[in-house]
């Protein structure tokens, strides 16, 4: 298949001021009526109007009513339209089939409700139009439909109004009157129950909030509700960004592709964003509902306001938004927990897709399925680059150039380089150099040196960068990097950071900014024994090369001011011992890690969630993704090794910390109270890794006591993992309690499923006929084959090959099922290379399956032909 290219970006030749859709709604066969105010782009030469529409029943095409003359190429999906005047209504019928559409992508089927699902090639399957984001309409839409089976109908915009039709139909028209591109449009139609609220904005402005779930779910919508409310009044504050319309919803589906989609004013959810109480929901489920409400609902500026002009720019608005709710949650939360989550995230998801066959720049230069490229490359590392202009330019630089972003954009569709003029024209800045950024392929390494010129009496840093190897790096030239330093001295306290030449003594933290390849810089009054602390706060989205000692890492880890640092040395101290495990030998650091753990355990009283995050050791996944050839079993018995000794030579105090923070007061999902609830539950999950006597009764305890899911969860995924005694019962418990409620059944799937035991693949198997389990239904997909497949490499790799077998059996069903969520789950064989021969060629012969497969959607073609080549 031919790719879709950056540089090939052409206007388009027609443009569409205002449709007008009618909807006859029914799951089997839904009519879609639309008027399309067309009128050509004077500024590109003169072409048909040619329309994209997939799997469409095409009935009518008409030019101002009259009968068009139209040519239907099937082939490419596209609509020629022959002779339309320069402005015309041009009219299109088609029939489409809701029920029959298992992608999720387009108008389909949930439950028993009707709704949509655009972003970003979906609406061709909903109806003929110019299906891309520059093409920017007013919409005004008509539903009509079943009164009893459709009691709620909702679009974008206001709702002009509603009445009865004849056979207990009923109809409801909604207007919007912000020009948007195709792909924010949503439909939704069902029996919903609604959770009402109002937000006013600071100009004066009452919102409507209306809040829908089927109706059993009613009672687990507050917590979205208040996340919204807290979204709304965040973005005034912190950008000065109203919502602009009376209403605002916001709709919970239990089938759904991704997370959630920011369609204008009617946000669609996956029901796992949405649904929280005390008894269904982790801490963690609580702290995620909040950023993606906060997420959906910063895009009405950062995307729906300020659209993209292709989907080269996708990252204009992803990369940007994830920045915003990452800020979001830093401010509801803690700042320095939630750094480290977004780069231990980004470390563990985004670095791998950098080294692997789908590598791509933030703003990619070529796609064959776009839905491939809603990545943690656009997403997260984009929000690292957008973090980047924040750091150069200061918390009111960046203000300053995203209001001059608004000033000059609003209502338009634009591209990375118009953010980026914005950021520097309003801060009379130069960022040339920084558009290298959106280019640049793969993670970039900043290696780092330090020594002390005796003559000068001053320590030296340098620091060079290096991109890796890949054709699309060779003329990219040397990044913008910004890298904050500071230094400790030996009693550990952070020491003034003062370039040679300044008078004054600077900061403790020192922002220098790398431009060329190599670069030497020079601080005065550094003691020669002064320890580096190196690109605190992550300050860019680079691997940092330095060769700190093993006692310098604890050193950091324990005293850093950086909280970001102390986890990073942590996580460094913690790798060299696992390396030093994995190899076999003997030596090894294990005794100072004890201690540097000892010691957070020992102030964890102060921050629990920061001290949880100091106790991690790095899953097998990211152990293994600098290693090749990869040794699954020696990095698993390492970490298990290695944990075993940390829980019993730390017994004493977890078990102190498990009794002290037990909970005092209410129940609360939020700061304070989720931190104890997490930390205690990582010394739970330690001491039944040290194989402690009673680990079996506590956790049992804990499971049979726990008032909250967070408690629950961690109980039992401690039985479970650890098969302790009492693990089966609590398997039985679990389900039988839950089996009404999709989403915590999720959970149940998703902890057998990532059972670090090669017989986990027999599980997923029988799991597989389980009642609950739909392989149409994404989460299910996800909780159960995606978590083995993507978090369970002791069982995926199994010598025997059994869990390829298994994932490469799933990928062909779903293939014809639901292409992008297969299409996610393809990428697990990427790294097949990095395996001992029989491994590799076990994994080899999936993917050459899937590429012989006939009628295999470019969605998985792909993945599977990029990590053959
Ligand atoms: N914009 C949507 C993602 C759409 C994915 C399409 N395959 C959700 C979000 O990023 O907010
Ligand atoms: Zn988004």
Same mark, same amino acid.
């Given at each position: 298949r031919t790719p879709v290219l950056r540089q090939e970006y052409r206007p388009p030749a027609w443009w569409v001021d205002h449709v007008e859709l009618e909807f006859d709604l029914d799951a089997t066969e839904t009519r879609v009526t639309s008027r399309m105010s067309v009128r050509r782009n004077p500024e590109v030469d003169a072409e048909p109007l040619t329309l994209s529409g997939a799997g469409l029943e095409t009935k009518r095409v008409e030019i101002d009513g009259e009968p068009a003359k139209f040519d239907e190429r099937g082939a490419d999906e596209t609509l020629v339209v022959e002779g339309?005047?320069?402005r015309a209504e041009v009219t299109t019928e088609v029939v489409v089939h809701p029920e029959r559409?298992?992608?999720?992508?387009g108008l389909y089927k949930s439950g028993a409700m009707l709704l949509t699902q655009c972003?970003?090639?979906?609406f061709r399957k909903i109806t003929w139009f110019? &299906?891309?984001?520059?093409?920017m309409a007013t919409y005004r839409v008509r539903l009509a439909g079943d009164r009893e089976r459709f009691p709620v109908l909702l679009s974008n915009g206001n709702c002009m109004e509603t009445g009865e039709l004849d056979d207990g139909r009923h109809f409801a028209v909604w207007n919007d009157p912000f020009p948007k591109p195709s792909y924010l449009f949503a439909i939704v139609a069902g029996e919903l129950s609604e959770l009402a609220d109002t937000f006013t904005t600071r100009s004066g402005r009452e919102v409507a909030l209306k809040f829908y779930s089927e109706p059993e779910n009613i009672g687990q919508l507050d917590h979205a509700m208040e996340s919204l409310k807290k979204s709304m009044a965040w973005d005034e504050e912190r950008f000065g960004l109203e919502y602009d319309l009376d209403v605002f919803h916001v709709v919970a589906t239990?089938?759904?592709?991704?997370?959630a989609m920011e369609n204008k004013s009617l946000n669609i959810f996956n029901a796992r964003y949405v649904l929280a109480d005390r008894e269904t929901a982790t801490d963690a489920d609580y702290e995620a509902i909040e950023s993606v409400i906060a997420h959906e609902y910063f895009h009405?500026?950062?995307?729906?306001r300020v659209t993209c002009?292709?989907?080269?720019?996708?990252t204009l608005k992803e990369g940007l938004t994830v920045f915003r709710d990452q800020e979001f949650t830093a401010d509801m939360r803690s700042p320095g927990v939630k750094r480290i989550q977004d780069v231990s995230d980004l470390m563990a998801r985004q670095f791998p897709e950098d080294a692997g066959p789908m590598a791509h720049p933030? +703003?990619?230069?070529?796609?064959?399925?776009?839905?491939?490229?809603?990545t943690a490359t656009v997403y997260e590392k984009g929000a690292q680059v957008v973090r980047m202009y924040e750091t150069l330019l200061g918390r009111d630089g960046f203000r300053r150039g995203m209001d001059l972003y608004f000033e000059r954009h609003d209502g338009q569709a634009v591209t990375c380089d118009d953010f980026r003029r914005a950021m520097a024209d309003a801060n009379d800045?130069?960022?040339?150099?920084?558009?290298r950024w959106y280019r640049q392929v793969g993670t970039p390494t900043v290696e780092a040196s330090t020594r002390y010129d005796e003559s000068a009496g001053e320590l030296v840093l340098e620091l060079a960068q290096r991109l890796p190897?890949?054709? &699309?790096?060779?003329?990219?030239?040397a990044l913008m990097i910004p890298v904050k330093v500071g230094f400790l001295d030996t009693d550990n306290r952070p020491l003034p950071v003062t370039l040679s030449g300044e008078s004054e003594a600077g900061p403790e933290t020192r922002l220098l900014v790398l431009t060329d390849e190599k670069a030497e810089y020079r601080f005065r009054?550094?003691?020669?024994?002064a320890l580096p602390s190196l690109l605190r706060d992550y300050s860019a989205p680079v691997k940092l090369d330095y060769d700190w000692s093993s006692r310098d890492l604890a050193r950091l880890a324990g005293f850093d001011s950086d909280p970001f640092s102390r986890w990073r040395a942590m996580r460094r101290l913690s790798e060299r011992v696992l390396g030093d495990l994995i190899e076999g030998r &003997?030596?090894?650091d294990a005794e100072l890690l004890i201690e540097a753990w000892a010691a957070v355990l020992d102030g964890s009283g102060e921050d629990p969630a920061l001290a949880a995050e100091l106790l991690s050791l790095p899953s097998v996944g990211e152990l293994a993704q600098?290693?090749?050839?990869?040794d699954i079993e020696a990095i698993h018995a390492a970490r298990v090794e290695l944990l075993g000794l940390l829980g019993r030579r730390l017994e004493n105090a977890l078990r102190e910390r498990f009794d002290t923070l037990a909970p005092t007061g209410e129940w609360s999902s939020e700061g304070p109270d989720a931190a104890r609830r997490r930390l205690r539950n990582v010394a739970l999950g330690l001491l039944a890794s040290g194989g402690c006597d009673d680990a079996a009764e506590w956790a049992s305890k804990h499971y049979d006591g726990a008032d909250n899911m967070t408690d629950r969860l961690a109980a039992f995924r401690t039985l479970v993992h650890h098969e302790l005694e009492g693990a089966q019962d609590a398997l039985a418990d679990f389900e039988q309690r839950f089996a009404d409620d999709q989403l915590v059944m999720d959970k149940w799937f998703a902890v057998q499923a990532t059972?670090? &035991?090669?017989r986990a693949v027999d599980d997923v198997r029988r799991l597989?006929?389980?009642?609950?389990?739909?392989?149409?239904n994404p989460n299910k997909v996800r909780s159960l084959i995606g978590a083995f497949a993507m978090m369970n490499p002791v069982a995926f790799h199994r010598a025997d090959g059994a869990g390829y077998k298994l994932v490469g059996e799933v990928l062909d069903k779903l293939d014809d099922i639901n292409p992008q969520v297969g299409a996610r789950l393809a990428?697990?064989?990427? +790294?097949?290379?990095?395996?001992?021969d029989k491994r590799s060629a076990m994994m080899k012969e999936q993917l050459q399956k899937l590429a012989a497969k006939?009628?295999?959607s470019p969605d998985i073609e792909e993945i599977v032909t990029a990590a053959l080549k």
């Amino acid at each position: 298949r031919t790719p879709v290219l950056r540089q090939e970006y052409r206007p388009p030749a027609w443009w569409v001021d205002h449709v007008e859709l009618e909807f006859d709604l029914d799951a089997t066969e839904t009519r879609v009526t639309s008027r399309m105010s067309v009128r050509r782009n004077p500024e590109v030469d003169a072409e048909p109007l040619t329309l994209s529409g997939a799997g469409l029943e095409t009935k009518r095409v008409e030019i101002d009513g009259e009968p068009a003359k139209f040519d239907e190429r099937g082939a490419d999906e596209t609509l020629v339209v022959e002779g339309v005047p320069e402005r015309a209504e041009v009219t299109t019928e088609v029939v489409v089939h809701p029920e029959r559409n298992t992608a999720l992508e387009g108008l389909y089927k949930s439950g028993a409700m009707l709704l949509t699902q655009c972003e970003a090639e979906g609406f061709r399957k909903i109806t003929w139009f110019p &299906d891309r984001p520059d093409v920017m309409a007013t919409y005004r839409v008509r539903l009509a439909g079943d009164r009893e089976r459709f009691p709620v109908l909702l679009s974008n915009g206001n709702c002009m109004e509603t009445g009865e039709l004849d056979d207990g139909r009923h109809f409801a028209v909604w207007n919007d009157p912000f020009p948007k591109p195709s792909y924010l449009f949503a439909i939704v139609a069902g029996e919903l129950s609604e959770l009402a609220d109002t937000f006013t904005t600071r100009s004066g402005r009452e919102v409507a909030l209306k809040f829908y779930s089927e109706p059993e779910n009613i009672g687990q919508l507050d917590h979205a509700m208040e996340s919204l409310k807290k979204s709304m009044a965040w973005d005034e504050e912190r950008f000065g960004l109203e919502y602009d319309l009376d209403v605002f919803h916001v709709v919970a589906t239990h089938d759904f592709n991704m997370g959630a989609m920011e369609n204008k004013s009617l946000n669609i959810f996956n029901a796992r964003y949405v649904l929280a109480d005390r008894e269904t929901a982790t801490d963690a489920d609580y702290e995620a509902i909040e950023s993606v409400i906060a997420h959906e609902y910063f895009h009405n500026w950062t995307g729906n306001r300020v659209t993209c002009r292709d989907w080269f720019q996708l990252t204009l608005k992803e990369g940007l938004t994830v920045f915003r709710d990452q800020e979001f949650t830093a401010d509801m939360r803690s700042p320095g927990v939630k750094r480290i989550q977004d780069v231990s995230d980004l470390m563990a998801r985004q670095f791998p897709e950098d080294a692997g066959p789908m590598a791509h720049p933030v +703003r990619p230069e070529r796609y064959v399925e776009i839905n491939n490229f809603y990545t943690a490359t656009v997403y997260e590392k984009g929000a690292q680059v957008v973090r980047m202009y924040e750091t150069l330019l200061g918390r009111d630089g960046f203000r300053r150039g995203m209001d001059l972003y608004f000033e000059r954009h609003d209502g338009q569709a634009v591209t990375c380089d118009d953010f980026r003029r914005a950021m520097a024209d309003a801060n009379d800045a130069d960022l040339e150099q920084f558009e290298r950024w959106y280019r640049q392929v793969g993670t970039p390494t900043v290696e780092a040196s330090t020594r002390y010129d005796e003559s000068a009496g001053e320590l030296v840093l340098e620091l060079a960068q290096r991109l890796p190897e890949h054709p &699309d790096n060779r003329n990219i030239g040397a990044l913008m990097i910004p890298v904050k330093v500071g230094f400790l001295d030996t009693d550990n306290r952070p020491l003034p950071v003062t370039l040679s030449g300044e008078s004054e003594a600077g900061p403790e933290t020192r922002l220098l900014v790398l431009t060329d390849e190599k670069a030497e810089y020079r601080f005065r009054d550094l003691p020669a024994d002064a320890l580096p602390s190196l690109l605190r706060d992550y300050s860019a989205p680079v691997k940092l090369d330095y060769d700190w000692s093993s006692r310098d890492l604890a050193r950091l880890a324990g005293f850093d001011s950086d909280p970001f640092s102390r986890w990073r040395a942590m996580r460094r101290l913690s790798e060299r011992v696992l390396g030093d495990l994995i190899e076999g030998r &003997d030596e090894h650091d294990a005794e100072l890690l004890i201690e540097a753990w000892a010691a957070v355990l020992d102030g964890s009283g102060e921050d629990p969630a920061l001290a949880a995050e100091l106790l991690s050791l790095p899953s097998v996944g990211e152990l293994a993704q600098d290693r090749d050839p990869v040794d699954i079993e020696a990095i698993h018995a390492a970490r298990v090794e290695l944990l075993g000794l940390l829980g019993r030579r730390l017994e004493n105090a977890l078990r102190e910390r498990f009794d002290t923070l037990a909970p005092t007061g209410e129940w609360s999902s939020e700061g304070p109270d989720a931190a104890r609830r997490r930390l205690r539950n990582v010394a739970l999950g330690l001491l039944a890794s040290g194989g402690c006597d009673d680990a079996a009764e506590w956790a049992s305890k804990h499971y049979d006591g726990a008032d909250n899911m967070t408690d629950r969860l961690a109980a039992f995924r401690t039985l479970v993992h650890h098969e302790l005694e009492g693990a089966q019962d609590a398997l039985a418990d679990f389900e039988q309690r839950f089996a009404d409620d999709q989403l915590v059944m999720d959970k149940w799937f998703a902890v057998q499923a990532t059972r670090s &035991d090669e017989r986990a693949v027999d599980d997923v198997r029988r799991l597989m006929d389980h009642a609950a389990f739909r392989l149409n239904n994404p989460n299910k997909v996800r909780s159960l084959i995606g978590a083995f497949a993507m978090m369970n490499p002791v069982a995926f790799h199994r010598a025997d090959g059994a869990g390829y077998k298994l994932v490469g059996e799933v990928l062909d069903k779903l293939d014809d099922i639901n292409p992008q969520v297969g299409a996610r789950l393809a990428t697990s064989f990427n +790294r097949w290379r990095a395996y001992d021969d029989k491994r590799s060629a076990m994994m080899k012969e999936q993917l050459q399956k899937l590429a012989a497969k006939k009628g295999l959607s470019p969605d998985i073609e792909e993945i599977v032909t990029a990590a053959l080549k």
